[in-house]
């Protein structure tokens, strides 16, 4: 059974910076695509990155430039560190498997003042 487990949420002032962390156990996290993916309040749940099992990566237009997105296989996790935070950035973040139905539990990220 493969689990995920995000951390690294809070809240920041605009313009501040938050890393999120997702752990992965269960699973052969060398051979996943990963993603970051987020759902904020009446809107529907985005991509905002992923990294392949091969290191590419690619984002949203919206968080190219601010955000980046890393993995450590050798702690089977995958990061996403978040610069110059916007208030628009506020929703709950969400780790994935790609082509999988495996979630992590989801972690709050807040950009306000």
């Known amino acids: 059974q493969v689990q995920l487990v995000e951390s690294g949420g809070g809240l920041v002032q605009p313009g501040g910076s938050l890393r999120l962390s997702c752990a992965a156990s269960?699973?052969?996290?060398?051979?996943?695509?990963m993603g970051w993916y987020r759902q904020a309040p009446g809107k529907q749940r985005e991509l905002v990155a992923r990294v392949t099992s091969g290191h590419s990566t690619n984002y949203a237009d919206s968080v190219k430039g601010r955000f980046t997105i890393s993995r450590d296989n050798a702690k089977s996790t995958v990061y996403l560190q978040m610069n110059s935070l916007k208030p628009e950035d506020t929703a709950v973040y969400y780790c994935?498997?790609?082509?999988?139905?495996?979630w992590g539990q989801g972690t709050q990220v807040t950009a306000s003042s």
């Open positions: 269960g699973g052969i996290f060398i051979l996943y695509n």
């Open positions: 994935h498997i790609d082509s999988t139905n495996y």
